[in-house]
């Protein structure tokens, strides 16, 4: 849907801005336009907040025990920015389109072509490891249980997860295909239904090692559909369902025997992961909730909504949430741990990041600001560097931050 360019409109301010050659961390050129960066911040929290007060009401705007954490940490320092690479999320979809396996390594969805950008050689050529614009099917020769051997054709991602070598991707008919990244071809195609036989849009992804050692993937669907699947033979090893679509799904480290369930519901749950049954509620949150995660130490996690809210929750006490965090802008739609456990990162829809400080118990935090939807939120898996994407719909940018090291900091437009 085309919108009016009109001269006064904050979308057409994006339209101006995003035709330019840039020099901020996106490398927007405030000079070239009638608008410095404040004045534009100053009328996209005013169009923002009045947005807000019409889809919720003042009690829910207004809910008691937030925390405002000390501004001004500087965990992470910019290093680069690849205005090139333009992050696309179909549909306006927000949050899982941006996955990093190394400090270097980056893999990204633009509409319905995976790619992949090193941060060292900045390179965007022949970037592309899975291309859904036409037909893919599997081409390995196991035939692994339920795999869907006609494949599929003109895929539109929903979803995106890696671990290692392993890339799942989910799509808007209950697409999924499994690609590992160190062979050619796609391993495993799986079409999800719900009991009706209708195809339900992908909504969530998870990969996490089982107490076994042997590597498993969690999909949900829009159905409330969760199904469990082992990566060795594509085996399905799980299935319940909720009433509501599931957003996203997170499993305890260490002893994977809970299981963070959260979708369109303002209650989440904390089940088992084996039977779905109910361990507590998760009451609080006043709109949908998008994502979820667990500390690396398995004794809390945070929930984040499109309230605008993130709530922690400690599982030693479990009759409320122990900590209540509020984004400036929007509903907050990717929450990420540091591997070892000192930050947390929580993105907004749209124009901010927070990263906090978890060992001053959430009291500090790095705000990183931007123009643009965020349609991915990364950590590397040593913690060293935060992805963020923005997609091409606003101000298309990958950014990178390197954990308080030094780095050159330049822009990639190759």
Not at 265 to 291: F, N, Y
Not at 311 to 333: A, E, F, H, P, Y
Request: hydrophobic share 35%; aromatic share 10%; glycine share 8%.
């Amino acid at each position: 849907m085309e919108r009016e360019e009109n001269p006064d409109n904050t979308y057409a301010q994006y339209v101006i801005l995003n035709s330019l050659i840039k020099e901020d961390i996106q490398g927007i050129q405030w000079d070239k336009v009638n608008r410095n960066s404040r004045e534009f911040r100053r009328a996209r929290l005013e169009v923002s907040q009045k947005e807000y007060e019409k889809e919720f009401s003042e009690a829910a705007r207004n809910v008691e025990g937030v925390i405002s954490p000390e501004k001004g940490g500087m965990y992470y320092d910019f290093c680069q920015y690849a205005s090139a690479l333009a992050p696309r999320a179909q549909y306006h979809s927000t949050g899982d389109f941006l996955c990093s396996t190394s400090k270097h390594d980056v893999y990204f969805s633009a509409y319905d072509r995976i790619h992949h950008w090193n941060a060292l050689t900045s390179k965007t050529s022949e970037s592309v490891v899975l291309d859904l614009s036409g037909h893919v099917a599997p081409s390995e020769p196991e035939e692994y249980p339920g795999n869907r051997m006609e494949g599929f054709t003109e895929v539109q991602v929903t979803k995106m997860a890696t671990w290692d070598n392993l890339l799942i991707v989910g799509g808007v008919e209950g697409d999924l295909i499994v690609k590992r990244l160190d062979r050619p071809g796609v391993s495993f195609c799986f079409q999800t239904t719900s009991r009706e036989g209708e195809m339900e849009s992908t909504s969530a992804i998870e990969i996490y090692k089982h107490l076994s050692g042997a590597i498993h993937f969690i999909v949900s669907d829009g159905e409330g559909n969760v199904r469990v699947f082992d990566t060795e033979k594509f085996q399905l090893l799980n299935h319940f369902r909720f009433p509501w679509q599931v957003n996203s799904t997170s499993l305890r480290p260490k002893n994977g025997d809970m299981l963070v369930v959260v979708g369109d519901s303002t209650e989440g749950k904390l089940v088992d992961p084996e039977t779905g049954m109910t361990i507590a509620p998760l009451p609080g949150h006043t709109g949908d909730s998008k994502t979820a995660a667990w500390h690396p130490d398995g004794c809390f996690f945070a929930t984040g909504s499109e309230d605008r809210t993130c709530r922690l929750w400690d599982i030693r006490n479990m009759k409320t949430d122990v900590v209540l965090l509020k984004g400036n802008m929007g509903g907050i739609n990717s929450i990420r741990f540091t591997s070892d456990g000192q930050f947390m990162a929580m993105a907004e829809d749209v124009d901010f990041v927070h990263v906090y400080d978890v060992k001053s118990g959430f009291g500090k935090e790095q705000e990183i600001e931007f123009f643009g939807y965020v349609s991915g939120l990364s950590l590397s898996p040593d913690a060293e560097s935060l992805f963020i994407s923005i997609t091409a719909d606003t101000f298309p940018n990958l950014l990178m931050y390197n954990r308080r090291a030094e780095c050159e900091c330049s822009s990639s437009n190759s």
